[in-house]
């Protein structure tokens, strides 16, 4: 019998699970937010456009020749010969070749702006080797003037990731590259959450050079490992507290705990792991920690030694995101090959990216990807330009959870397009038109489509 | 003449084995990018001797070797600039560090501490560099110390100059006023002006010379006064290198900006003041209050407004991508030739080194490119320094070789 009538919020549930049972009186049920700063973004405007006789580079694997795509509404409707359109805006691009949007895995543009004043280096919350509460995108300036160099790029979507001083640095928030006054204006809709940690080096530097934990790798395993604990443990105490109130009791809600919102997130296979780590040894030891915990362990990010590994990482389904020839900058960067995009990705069902983490190769990832495609050539990869495509585009949106959104020129995927002036894996090449959501967003020709950052205007 | 001891550098020289420098070689049928007012020929032919260049286009060839280049493109080997190539081995480790002193001064000199054997090396010979001008990182001082010049052989005797320039850096800082530092410079020159001065005076009146020996430093800065030594700048801001320009004016000196992020501000007055920059070709964005006008098209601005370029790219282990660099500022607006130019002959002028271009009585320092020396898709084919053949195998191929080797047995057992 029920003496109160249940807050509003809960009465459909209190009702249907309490049947003829006597139920305790209910306060309202404590449900997390799990999206308070939610996307704001509005396409720019759209028009309805064929490209014609273009080279396409599909981001499936595919090269198709003097071919078309056509978007309509913002989504790609049809890819192929002869398309027909009589209304829509076409452009002949005889000689020039289109791929899907690039997108970058790894950037810290807006987190780590330019100018790089010490006011804006918003990136590195190290303060606490674990620090999963804090969230990239309230670091974000959008004012960046690397988001219209990346654009210039054909960048059309990039993750923003907090740097790698700490284990775990946070969430990290996936953008659609277009101008806005707020983050919340460039987040891209429905993008999963990703949270970056960080292997090896960095985390121990950090905080050793302070005297406190971790000062070494094993220190490093300890800090995930206790973290990953009390995200289990928080887990269970917010299943117990949902699985109570269905019931109809009354139980008090745990104590909220941001961090543990982040990590438990990860677990529960909402946010995606998005991890630096170098070493074969240590992506290693990183898998069998998601599998003492249940979780994921995701992407491998600036995965210098992924070769040594590369069946195990497709095995397990992890992405590697690399460089094409950074190394040398620190020991767990000493093991380089040209060759490790070409290794990681002639395994089957692998998921090699290439990616940037830098506000300079952002601006090239094609030419970043190039630099693979023909030293893997060279070592008797058998490679090609629809190939190389896919690691800046149809893979690293497998990486970032994005598959059935954009990455690949396919009917139904968001219009996401670049028309370059050529084979887009040449020195020679740029970008000469970028469309994001069927909008254009950039014409090299057009300064009407070319943005201009707040901080750059009036500068002489 | 060396003997190769490693196996693996010995079986890539396929053409030239063990009497390299008794040897003369010729490379016919070559399309060859001079550097100097030759221009472009094709279908040409060089011979190589005793490690220098001794005929183009002979009448008649006569050579130990001949090698049918295929038309393919010869191009002077590239010169880098402005990094720590063989002064750091791996950056985060302390002890692989040479590059940097706190108490250095300008007396500092690097040199000593290049390490031919570094990895970095055999890697940035990838890129057809086959020359090199390294530069100190220095300490507290705004003199960071001398730059010296390298060749990529690898060998022990690669240091083939020292003293090269006196680097100072300039401009915006952590602490204080960039004035400080201009009023620095500035005076250390009048300074050591005076002296000088003042020493010819009691020399006349005395008839005979001071005995008083300069100290270290004194000399460094007198050197760079009698214009032997160039003076090296770091400086990005445009104001910073205009104070550079009257500093030239005043004191006659051989001034080389590098950095010059808002050169282009100012190229009509470097022009004439016949000042070259060293410039990063991918610098675009606005890193600071000093270089809110670098663009892509920088090399190509600066070098229309008569500015001699230079391309170059910091750090020590990734010069190889100077090719890249150059590929880039050609599709912002540099001519190929110029591109070129700018990572070999403008850097052999500013520098004056004996290598930088294809000419009777240059170093023997060449690079034979499968295709486009710029692109991605072209690769070094044969590459000599001091006419000797050089392999451009590193480490890295090692490492892949050993994971592309199927075994049984664990990796560690392919070597």
Known sequence: MRKFVPPLLVTAISIATSGCFEVEQQDAKVIINKNPYPSTYQPLPQQKTLITNATLLTGTGERIDEADVLFVDGKITQVGKALVADDATKIDAQGKWVTPGIIDVHSHLGVYPSPSVESHADGNEMTNPVTAQVWAEHSVWPQDPGFQAARAGGITTLQILPGSGNLIGGRGVTLRNVPSESVQGMKFPDAPYGMKMACGENPKRVYGGRKVAPSTRMGNMAGYREAWIKASEYKREWEKYNAEYEAGKNPTPPKRDLALDTLSGVIDGEILVHNHCYKAEEMTQMIDLGKEFNYHSGTFHHAIEAYKIADLLADNGNCAAMWPDWWGFKMEAYDMVQENVAIVNAVKNSCAVVHSDSDTTIQRLNQEASKVLFRGQESGFDIKEEDAIRWITANAAKSLGLSDKTGSLEAGKNADVVIWNGNPFSVYAKAEQVFVDGAKVYDRFDEKYQAKSDFLLGQK | MKLFKSSLLAMALTSITSVAHAQSVAISNATIYTSTSQGVLTNAT??????????????????????????????????????????????????????????????????????????????????????????????????????????????????????????????????????????????????????????????????????????????????????????????????????????????????????????????????????????????????????????????????????????????????????????????????????????????????????????????????????????????????????????????????????????????????
Not at chain 2, 61 to 66: F, G, K, L
Not at chain 2, 378 to 405: A, F, N, P
């Open chain 2, 46 to 415: 060089l011979v190589v001797d005793n490690g220098k260049i001794t005929s183009i286009n002979p009448a008649t060839v006569s050579a130990d070797i001949t090698i049918d280049a295929q038309g393919k493109v010869l191009t002077p080997g590239f010169i880098g600039t402005m990094n720590t190539l063989g002064l750091v081995e791996v950056s985060a480790v302390a002890g692989s560090r040479d590059a940097s002193e706190k108490k250095a001064d300008m007396t500092f000199d690097p040199s000593m501490a290049f390490n031919p054997l570094s990895t970095a090396i055999a890697y940035a010979r990838k890129g057809g560099i086959t020359t090199n001008v390294v530069v100190p990182q220095g300490g507290e001082s705004i003199f960071k110390g001398q730059a010296f010049v390298v060749n990529l052989t690898g060998n022990m005797d690669s240091v083939i100059g020292n003293q090269t320039a006196l680097l100072v850096s300039l401009g915006a800082k952590k602490e204080g006023s960039r004035a400080f530092d201009l009023q620095e410079l500035f005076n250390k020159f009048d300074d050591a002006q005076q002296a000088l001065n003042k020493a010819k005076t009691k020399a006349d009146k005395n008839k005979e010379d001071s005995d008083k020996e300069p100290k270290r430093d004194e000399k460094i800065i007198n050197a760079v006064l009698a214009g032997t030594m160039p003076l090296l700048a770091e400086a990005d801001r445009a104001s910073d290198l205009l104070a550079l320009i009257k500093l030239k004016q005043k004191f006659g000196l051989d001034v080389i900006i590098a950095g010059g992020a808002d050169a282009v501000l100012v190229a009509k007055e470097l022009s004439e003041a016949k000042i070259p920059v060293l410039i990063d070709a991918m610098r675009n964005l606005p890193g600071s209050f000093d270089s809110l006008h670098t663009s892509l098209e920088s090399a190509a601005m600066l070098t229309k407004a008569g500015v001699k370029v230079v391309l170059s790219a910091g750090g020590a282990h990734n010069l190889y991508q100077l090719r890249f660099d150059a590929g880039n500022a050609v599709s912002n607006g540099l001519s190929k030739e110029q591109a070129i130019n700018a990572v070999t002959k403008n850097v052999a002028d500013v520098f004056n080194l004996a290598s930088g271009s294809i000419a009777v009585g240059k170093n023997a320092d060449l690079v034979l490119w499968s295709g486009d020396p710029f692109e991605f898709s072209s690769k070094v084919e044969k590459m000599w320094i001091d006419g000797e053949e050089q392999s451009t195998q590193s480490r890295h191929d090692k490492l892949r070789d050993r994971y592309m080797t199927k075994s049984t047995m664990p990796k560690a057992y392919t070597k």
